[in-house]
């Protein structure tokens, strides 16, 4: 992560703030996350753990899906806003 690398404390605390909240969840990896992970490697160019995320969240029906990262949007499923849409 670039803030440790870059040793930004302060970016670093809202980012735990940030994934300290409610609204968030940490899902573990699965063997049929992996599996589905792979279908979406195969049929986009997403980096293999950007497709591990992308997996993870449609499996749980994420209803968000944020990020800087425009690939994302090649998976339609997804409900992907960009951090830029937002400011």
């Known amino acids: 992560m670039k803030p440790l ?6 970016l670093v605390d809202d980012y735990e703030k940030v994934l300290g909240a409610t609204s ?6 699965s063997a049929n996350i992996l599996r589905a992970a792979a279908r979406i490697r195969a049929t986009t160019s997403i980096k293999t753990p950007d497709a591990i995320h992308a997996a993870t969240a449609l499996s749980v029906g ?3 899906f ?12 997804l409900p992907v806003v960009l951090l830029k849409e937002l400011v």
Do not use: F, G
């Open 5 to 10: 690398r870059d040793n930004n404390q302060p």
């Open 24 to 29: 968030i969840s940490m899902q573990p990896i």
């Open 62 to 64: 994420c209803a968000q």
């Open 66 to 77: 944020i990020t800087n990262d425009a690939d994302y949007r090649k998976l339609r499923s």
